[in-house]
């Protein structure tokens, strides 16, 4: 069974979805694109416990202290999926890749589009990069959390804006 919780963040309010076992399967921002309807949250658990890790982690990371998560993760979705978003969890903090680029890593650089849509679905934002995906011009294309958030966050990690 899944729980949640929402916590605050410089992006406004965040909201952590574990599975049962604890692992998070969901970090989703307010009127985020792709964003599952609530009821399949589960119910609102607010235990300090639960949600410690990913709550400490993401706190280090706004506060500039963390590039890397190593907290727990759960991904479902399909195979293809997956691949791409472990893939994006292997872009450094603080640099970009190109969808083309991502599609060369899964060896098929013809798959640029699929990537994207697989990026478009990741689940668990911020902890798994998708914002670190750029056009093949370096243009910043396409993010659930809209496109102001992205640039945010990459200027963050470029050092060029705190928050």
Same mark, same amino acid.
């Given at each position: 069974?899944?729980?949640? #919780?929402?916590? &605050?963040? /410089?992006?406004?309010?965040? #909201?952590?979805?574990? &599975? !049962?076992?604890?692992?998070?399967?969901?970090?989703?921002?307010?009127?985020?694109?792709?964003?599952?309807?609530?009821?399949?949250?589960?119910? =609102?658990?607010?235990?300090?416990?639960? %949600?410690? !890790?990913?709550?400490?982690?993401?706190?280090?990371?706004?506060?500039?202290?963390?590039?890397?998560? #190593?907290?727990?993760?759960?991904?479902?979705? #399909?195979? %293809?999926?997956? @691949?791409?978003?472990?893939?994006?969890?292997?872009?450094?903090?603080?640099?970009? =890749?190109?969808?083309?680029?991502?599609?060369?890593?899964?060896? @098929?650089?013809?798959?640029?589009?699929?990537?994207?849509?697989? @990026?478009?679905? @990741?689940?668990?934002?911020?902890?798994? /990069?998708?914002?670190?995906?750029?056009?093949?011009?370096?243009?910043?294309?396409?993010?659930?959390?809209?496109? &102001?958030?992205?640039?945010?966050?990459?200027?963050?990690?470029?050092?060029? !804006?705190? %928050?």
């Amino acid at each position: 069974m899944k729980r949640h #919780t929402v916590i &605050d963040s /410089p992006y406004g309010p965040l #909201t952590l979805v574990a &599975d !049962a076992d604890g692992a998070l399967c969901g970090l989703y921002m307010a009127g985020q694109r792709h964003r599952p309807p609530e009821e399949g949250f589960g119910p =609102r658990d607010d235990h300090p416990s639960t %949600f410690a !890790a990913a709550e400490e982690q993401l706190s280090a990371y706004f506060a500039g202290e963390l590039t890397e998560f #190593t907290v727990e993760l759960a991904l479902s979705g #399909t195979p %293809f999926q997956r @691949n791409v978003w472990e893939r994006l969890a292997r872009i450094p903090y603080g640099e970009t =890749r190109t969808y083309g680029e991502l599609a060369e890593t899964l060896g @098929n650089p013809q798959a640029s589009r699929a990537v994207g849509l697989a @990026n478009g679905r @990741n689940p668990i934002g911020i902890i798994i /990069p998708c914002h670190r995906v750029v056009g093949a011009d370096g243009s910043l294309t396409g993010y659930g959390g809209g496109l &102001d958030r992205k640039r945010q966050l990459l200027d963050f990690e470029r050092g060029t !804006a705190l %928050f």
